[in-house]
């Protein structure tokens, strides 16, 4: 069982930056891609990005491009996302995910293993 704990979280004012990090309990798949996901008050959890293993490919929710960027450090098993430009709309619990079931390169990829989530709030 693949365990995956989230850091990073926390209030940042409008135009700031946050760096999520996500750590796996053991090794994932050789082939395993991962992803971030988010869910705001009162809305369905959405994709916000996703690499592959390699971190040669990655893929991004349009509402993100530009402003985000998904990493990952194999050696250490752990995945970020470095969010710039952040805006009050960005504000939600922001999930890890790892071991992709679907293709990556898809509007709402699914994926067998989650994070306990990390909250992002940013104020105005």
């Known amino acids: 069982q693949v365990q995956l704990v989230e850091s990073g979280g926390g209030l940042v004012q409008a135009g700031g930056s946050l760096r999520l990090s996500c750590a796996a309990s053991?090794?994932?798949?050789?082939?395993?891609?991962k992803g971030w996901f988010r869910q705001a008050p009162g809305k369905e959890r959405e994709f916000v990005a996703g690499?592959?293993?390699?971190?040669?490919?990655?893929y991004y929710a349009d509402s993100v491009k530009g402003r985000f960027t998904i990493s990952r450090d194999n050696a250490k098993n752990t995945v970020f996302l470095q969010m710039n430009s952040l805006k009050p709309e960005d504000t939600a619990v922001y999930y890890c995910?790892?071991?992709?079931?679907?293709?990556?390169?898809?509007?709402?990829?699914?994926?067998?293993?989650w994070g306990q989530g990390t909250l992002v709030t940013v104020s105005e």
């Open positions: 995910a790892a071991h992709v079931l679907t293709l990556l390169a898809v509007p709402n990829p699914q994926f067998q293993y």
């Open positions: 053991e090794r994932t798949p050789s082939t395993d891609a």
């Open positions: 690499i592959n293993w390699s971190g040669g490919n990655t």
